[in-house]
C-alpha cells in the first residue's frame, strides 16, 4: 500500500462495507480483499449484481484498478462520431469540437531579484492576517 492508487482503493473498498452488509447480510474483510484475488472477485461479482447503484460504481471503480492500470482513468470528454451533433445526435450537424481549458498564465519569476521574491511569500502570510 505504497501509490497514491493503492489508497484510493482501499478507499473505495471501505466505503463497500456497509452497502454490503445492508443488502447482503457480507461481512466485508478489507485485508482479506485487498491480498486474496479469488476473495474480491466473489466481492466484486457480487456488489456488481446489487441494486444500489453508488455500490455498483464502487465496485466498478475497484474492479477496474484493482488488477489493472492504477493511474488511467476514462476521458472525462465525450467523442462524438463524425458528422453528429454532441448535443443531439442530428445526422448532417457537425458539432463544435470542445477544447478543456488551459492552465491560468502563472507570471514568470525569473527576472526577479532574490529580494523581491521574498517579499512576495512574507507578503502572502502577512496580508492575510485579521
Same mark, same amino acid.
Given at each position: 500500500m505504497s501509490s497514491p492508487g493503492d489508497s484510493q482503493i482501499m478507499n473505495y473498498v471501505v466505503r463497500m462495507v456497509v452497502p454490503l452488509r445492508r443488502e447482503f447480510g457480507r461481512q466485508l474483510d478489507v485485508t482479506q480483499f485487498l491480498h486474496d484475488r479469488r476473495y474480491a472477485r466473489e466481492v466484486l461479482a457480487e456488489a456488481l449484481g446489487s441494486q444500489d447503484p453508488r455500490l455498483r460504481a464502487y465496485a466498478e471503480y475497484v474492479q477496474g484498478r484493482m488488477h489493472g492500470a492504477r493511474i488511467a482513468t476514462p476521458s472525462p470528454l465525450p467523442v462524438a462520431a463524425p458528422g453528429l451533433a454532441a448535443a443531439g445526435g442530428v445526422p448532417?450537424?457537425?458539432?463544435?469540437?470542445?477544447? @478543456? @481549458?488551459?492552465? @491560468?498564465?502563472?507570471p514568470s519569476t525569473d527576472s526577479l531579484s532574490e529580494e523581491e521574491l521574498r517579499a512576495r511569500v512574507m507578503k502572502k502570510y502577512t496580508g492575510g492576517l485579521r
Amino acid at each position: 500500500m505504497s501509490s497514491p492508487g493503492d489508497s484510493q482503493i482501499m478507499n473505495y473498498v471501505v466505503r463497500m462495507v456497509v452497502p454490503l452488509r445492508r443488502e447482503f447480510g457480507r461481512q466485508l474483510d478489507v485485508t482479506q480483499f485487498l491480498h486474496d484475488r479469488r476473495y474480491a472477485r466473489e466481492v466484486l461479482a457480487e456488489a456488481l449484481g446489487s441494486q444500489d447503484p453508488r455500490l455498483r460504481a464502487y465496485a466498478e471503480y475497484v474492479q477496474g484498478r484493482m488488477h489493472g492500470a492504477r493511474i488511467a482513468t476514462p476521458s472525462p470528454l465525450p467523442v462524438a462520431a463524425p458528422g453528429l451533433a454532441a448535443a443531439g445526435g442530428v445526422p448532417g450537424v457537425v458539432a463544435e469540437s470542445v477544447v @478543456p @481549458p488551459s492552465a @491560468p498564465a502563472v507570471p514568470s519569476t525569473d527576472s526577479l531579484s532574490e529580494e523581491e521574491l521574498r517579499a512576495r511569500v512574507m507578503k502572502k502570510y502577512t496580508g492575510g492576517l485579521r
